[in-house]
Structure formats: structure tokens, C-alpha cells
């Protein structure tokens, strides 16, 4: 197994066992390649949301960008919604796997297929 596929394993297991649901590994690893590099380094590959200029880079780069959502206050309270499924306590956040909750929670996943 590859780095990526690790990665994958870990983003599958927080998924599991810090926000209580199974993974869909096909869109999993299809957000995880959709991250890119960034998953490999230690700093890009978490999401800091004690940062609320952290939390407007998900919404811009990812939310509107990516999903092609329109800008709105729904938007900020799905990210707060899936840091808080989450749980705000838990120091790693993976990108990856705040991705995916929120790909999920708009029902956006055919973005990946």
C-alpha cells in the first residue's frame, strides 16, 4: 500500500470513530485525490477551525469553487455544523474528511464522478 492509501485509511477511520459514520470509500478516495498534494503535508492536510480565515478559505475554495454552491449564510453554518460533527475538541481535522461530510451534507457527490 501507498502513502495515499494509508491516508485513506486514516480519513476512513476518523470518519468511523470522531463523527460516527461509514465512509463511502469510492467518493473518499475520490476527495482525497481531489485534495492533491496537500495531503501530504502536515500543515495543508488539517483544517484549522479555530481560524475563521481558515474556515472562508474551505467556504471560497472548496464550497463555491468546487461544489459550485452560491454564497450564503447556509454555507458557514454547514462548515460549523460538520467541525462540530467532528467535534471541536479533536486537533487534527482532516481536509479530507471535512470535504467529504460537507460534499455529503449538500448531496454534491456527483462533483466526483
Known amino acids: 500500500m501507498g502513502k495515499r492509501d494509508d491516508l485513506i485509511a486514516?480519513?476512513?477511520?476518523?470518519?468511523?470513530?470522531?463523527?460516527g459514520?461509514?465512509?463511502d470509500m469510492d467518493l473518499l478516495t475520490k476527495v482525497t485525490?481531489?485534495?492533491?498534494?496537500a495531503i501530504y503535508n502536515a500543515d495543508a492536510s488539517t483544517v484549522a477551525?479555530?481560524?475563521?480565515g481558515e474556515l472562508e478559505t474551505v467556504k471560497n475554495n472548496f464550497?463555491?469553487?468546487?461544489?459550485?454552491?452560491?454564497?450564503g449564510p447556509e454555507l458557514m453554518d454547514a462548515i460549523n455544523s460538520v467541525i462540530e460533527t467532528y467535534g471541536?475538541?479533536?486537533?487534527?481535522k482532516y481536509r479530507v474528511v471535512v470535504y467529504y461530510l460537507l460534499t455529503k451534507?449538500?448531496?454534491k457527490e456527483a462533483v466526483y464522478s
Open 10 to 19: 486514516q480519513y476512513a477511520d476518523d470518519l468511523k470513530n470522531k463523527c
Open 21 to 23: 459514520t461509514t465512509a
Open 33 to 37: 485525490i481531489g485534495c492533491g498534494p
Open 49 to 52: 477551525s479555530s481560524q475563521a
Open 63 to 71: 464550497l463555491i469553487k468546487k461544489l459550485g454552491l452560491s454564497d
Open 88 to 92: 471541536k475538541s479533536e486537533r487534527n
Open 105 to 107: 451534507h449538500f448531496k
